[in-house]
């Protein structure tokens, strides 16, 4: 199935996907791996890797997939030799022929560039290299054999600025949080705000971008990032997030909305299922192209999101009767 995209421009998703039967088979090792991994992927296809959390049996990336972008073959070599950092006779000497054919010219040279440009800037060739990649791995590690992933991944285009791509950024951080692991994803290795606060280049980008046009320094995102993980002036809770029975009776009855950053603490599908995450405008903007992917007879329209002071956000898939799991 195709993804929703942005015409003329770079669009951003949430990406999710766990293993078969939601089975926990990542520890440390694998997790590692996998970090590794989405990230030399997201040098190969282009794309930027604004966010990600890696779970025991699951993983969510923020992704900014630019469009249109221009790659030479000079780029188109170096990328390809990103996918293999310690290559086998067999695939350096590929590399070295490739670069022969490009260098030629002729129909050989561009069977090459639009083989390996069809890979490149496309949300769903990200996701389906990095999981092929990890299966082969994990399956070689663990003596095992058939399917790794009980499903397609899902993805929500989501609004590439300001209070939707921020939301959705403290919605994957927060993931271990939810799970009880931690108190603060500061703690959790595996999460891109993590990475941030200790310093890694690319994950403290990731933030600027997110917070781009509201500051300039990454130590300002990861501070505005913070406040609104927890809210401003709050400590973590100390159960993974309000009790689920309190937040339904408040969200059934609206006698009042919970807090973003509590909310945010639970698990809302508003994230995962809602297709498309944005303003007004931006959500209705697509509801064609979604009623056209989906076969609907009716287009949709752009609800708001309830439970919490959202902001201006909304969605096209409503909230679940069952909104926290």
């Known amino acids: 199935m195709r993804r929703l995209k942005v015409s003329?421009?770079?669009a951003v998703y949430h990406c999710m996907t766990r293993t078969v039967n939601g089975e926990s088979l990542f520890g440390e090792?694998?997790?590692?791996?996998?970090?590794?991994?989405?990230?030399?992927?997201?040098?190969?296809?282009?794309?930027?890797v604004l966010t990600y959390c890696i779970m025991g049996n699951h993983f969510?990336?923020?992704?900014?997939v630019p469009?249109?972008?221009?790659?030479?073959?000079?780029?188109?070599?170096?990328?390809?030799?990103?996918?293999y950092p310690r290559p086998t006779k067999y695939q350096a000497a590929s590399a070295v022929e490739m670069a022969r054919q490009l260098a030629a010219g002729g129909e050989e040279a561009e069977a090459i560039?639009?083989?390996?440009l069809a890979r490149m800037g496309d949300v769903s060739e990200y996701m389906k290299t990095v999981k092929q990649r990890f299966s082969v791995w994990f399956n070689r590690r663990h003596g095992r054999y058939g399917t790794l992933w009980s499903e397609r991944f899902k993805s929500v285009l989501v609004e590439g600025k300001g209070n939707p791509l921020q939301t959705m950024a403290a919605y994957?951080?927060?993931?271990?949080?939810?799970?009880g692991l931690v108190s603060d994803p500061k703690d959790y290795r595996f999460c891109g705000y993590a990475e941030a606060v200790a310093g890694q280049v690319a994950a403290r980008r990731g933030l600027q971008f997110v917070w781009s046009g509201y500051v300039r320094e990454a130590a300002d995102a990861l501070s505005q990032h913070r406040m609104l993980l927890f809210g401003k002036g709050s400590v973590p809770a100390k159960g993974v997030c309000i009790p689920r029975e309190q937040a339904v009776q408040v969200l059934e009855q609206e006698q009042g909305k919970l807090p973003k950053a509590s909310v945010l603490r639970c698990r809302v599908r508003y994230f995962t299922d809602g297709?498309?995450?944005?303003?007004?405008?931006?959500?209705?903007?697509?509801a064609?192209?979604?009623?056209?992917?989906?076969?609907?007879?009716?287009?949709?329209?752009?609800?708001?999101?309830?439970?919490?002071?959202?902001?201006?956000?909304?969605?096209?898939?409503?909230?679940?009767?069952?909104?926290?799991?």
């Open 67 to 83: 469009d249109g972008e221009s790659v030479g073959d000079a780029e188109l070599m170096r990328r390809y030799r990103v996918l």
């Open 172 to 179: 994957i951080d927060l993931n271990p949080v939810r799970a």
């Open 60 to 64: 969510h990336v923020l992704l900014r």
């Open 113 to 116: 560039r639009s083989k390996l």
């Open 8 to 10: 003329g421009c770079e």
């Open 288 to 325: 064609e192209a979604w009623q056209a992917q989906k076969r609907r007879k009716y287009p949709p329209r752009a609800l708001a999101l309830e439970g919490a002071d959202w902001g201006d956000l909304a969605v096209i898939n409503p909230l679940r009767r069952q909104v926290f799991s």
């Open 29 to 48: 090792v694998e997790k590692e791996v996998l970090r590794k991994m989405l990230h030399q992927v997201a040098d190969f296809c282009g794309v930027q």
């Open 275 to 286: 297709a498309i995450l944005g303003s007004q405008d931006f959500v209705q903007g697509f």
